[in-house]
């Protein structure tokens, strides 16, 4: 049998710390899901979010 060809995208929730650790809270396919869970954790530790879902130009300079 031939596999199939499948496009997954994955989008993961990860907390940065000031000293550049990062930490990944949680890694889903659904972005609306880690959008909702990623305003959840910032506005429970009283943080700003910094959401790259979306932002083109990171994900070229970075991952193509």
């Known amino acids: 049998r ?3 060809l499948r496009t997954y995208f ?3 929730l990860n ?6 650790e990062r930490f990944t809270v949680m890694d889903h396919s659904d972005d609306d899901e880690v959008k909702e869970a990623g305003n959840r954790v910032a506005e429970f530790l009283n943080v700003p979010l910094w959401n790259m879902i979306g932002d083109n130009d990171y994900i070229r ?4």
């Open 2 to 4: 031939e596999m199939e």
């Open 15 to 20: 907390l940065v710390l000031s000293t550049d």
């Open 10 to 12: 994955s989008y993961e």
């Open 61 to 64: 300079s970075c991952c193509c």
